[in-house]
């Protein structure tokens, strides 16, 4: 197969350089959509090119001067022998148009940037889990891995060093795995993540509705928790069939042992639902949105001591 990249003499050049140049970002383009074909040079693809380089180049400098943060957002338990926990989400504040995970990890991951970022997030998460628990506030807190990170063979022993050299339990997190990045080598994610489990991690299957949805993720791998997708919270009320589907998953999960914990819960009307049909955790606007890691600490040392109403 070839990807074939054509510029034009004299539109889209007047020197053999520049016209190589850009036959070589048109080639880039042919790639990008999927190989085995041509593609004729347009200034777009130059505008593009350049904006790609100019992110890789910003996420490049903001992981060597650390200029990432986590915040962390709480996932309330709806029964009272369950406590109460957070999720780690990355923040770039210099990140100005980019600076929203949901653009920039995906970019990092097709870059080759996010086994950096995924170290940082890991040893941030962990770091304050310790001073947690120095503090005399113990806090469990869950990660998101993207599915390099966890096509990695030596993805347990990275976790368990780390845990390790910040003396703190593995139990204390627990790490949430997206569906796309199950379906990859399914056999082989099943061993990691019986490692991972043998380890003391706990898992989560992230966005569970989002993709394939298969019901066999629930079944086969060793996952303690599922958490249903937000799009699936914020359409509850527009027709009976999400309802369904969200009384489905919360059934099916507790006949065969996996907490619950639903995403994206922004509304009275909402929890109140999830409540009813037995989910186990929720997390949204509603309860609370992500903040740093002080408002964090206050927000759970409140929770924890509320008095019954
Ligand atoms: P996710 O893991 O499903 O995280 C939940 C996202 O929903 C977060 O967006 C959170 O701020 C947002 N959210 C929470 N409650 C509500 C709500 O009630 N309403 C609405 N509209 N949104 C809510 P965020 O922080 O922008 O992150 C987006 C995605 O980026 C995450 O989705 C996750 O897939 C990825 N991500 C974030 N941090 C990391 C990280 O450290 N590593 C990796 N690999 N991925 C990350
Ligand atoms: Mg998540
Ligand atoms: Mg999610």
Same mark, same amino acid.
């Given at each position: 197969g070839a990807s074939i990249g054509i510029a034009m003499f004299p539109d889209d050049g007047e020197s053999s350089e520049h016209l190589m140049k850009n036959a070589d970002a048109a080639m880039y383009q042919a790639k990008a959509l999927g190989r085995n074909r041509y593609c004729f040079f347009e200034p777009a693809i130059e505008a593009r090119l350049r904006s790609e380089m100019e992110l890789f180049t910003a996420l490049r400098q903001a992981i060597e001067n650390e200029q990432f943060q986590l915040h962390y957002q709480p996932i309330v338990p709806?029964?009272?022998?369950l406590g109460s926990y957070g999720e780690a989400l990355l923040r770039w504040p #210099?990140?100005? !148009?980019?600076?929203s995970p949901g653009l920039f990890i995906p970019f990092a991951e097709q870059h080759g940037l996010i086994e950096d970022i995924g170290h940082f997030v890991l040893h941030a998460a962990c770091r304050f889990v310790a001073r947690s628990i120095e503090q005399g506030q113990p806090q469990s807190i869950s990660i998101n891995l993207s599915a390099r990170q966890l096509a990695m063979s030596d993805l347990p022993d990275i976790l368990s060093q780390a845990v390790m050299q910040h003396g703190?339990?593995?139990?204390a997190i627990e790490l949430e795995l997206t569906e796309s990045s199950l379906i990859q080598n399914l056999t082989a994610i099943s061993h990691t993540l019986t490692r991972l489990r043998q380890a003391g991690f706990r898992l989560a299957i992230d966005?569970?509705?989002? #993709?394939?949805? !298969?019901?066999n993720y629930l079944v086969e791998?060793?996952?303690?928790k599922v958490k249903i997708d937000q799009r699936f919270i914020w359409s509850l009320f527009n027709s009976p069939r999400n309802q369904a589907v969200v009384k489905a998953i919360l059934s099916l999960a507790r006949s065969i042992g996996i907490q619950t914990v639903a995403e994206g819960v922004e509304t009275a009307e909402q929890l109140a639902f999830l409540q009813a049909h037995g989910c186990h955790y929720v997390q949204g606007y509603y309860l609370a949105r992500p903040m740093n890691e002080q408002d964090y600490l206050v927000f759970q040392a409140l929770a924890q001591n509320k008095s019954p109403a």
């Open positions: 709806l029964s009272d022998a #210099g990140g100005g !148009s980019q600076a703190i339990p593995a139990a966005d569970f509705g989002a #993709g394939y949805s !298969s019901l791998l060793p996952v303690d």
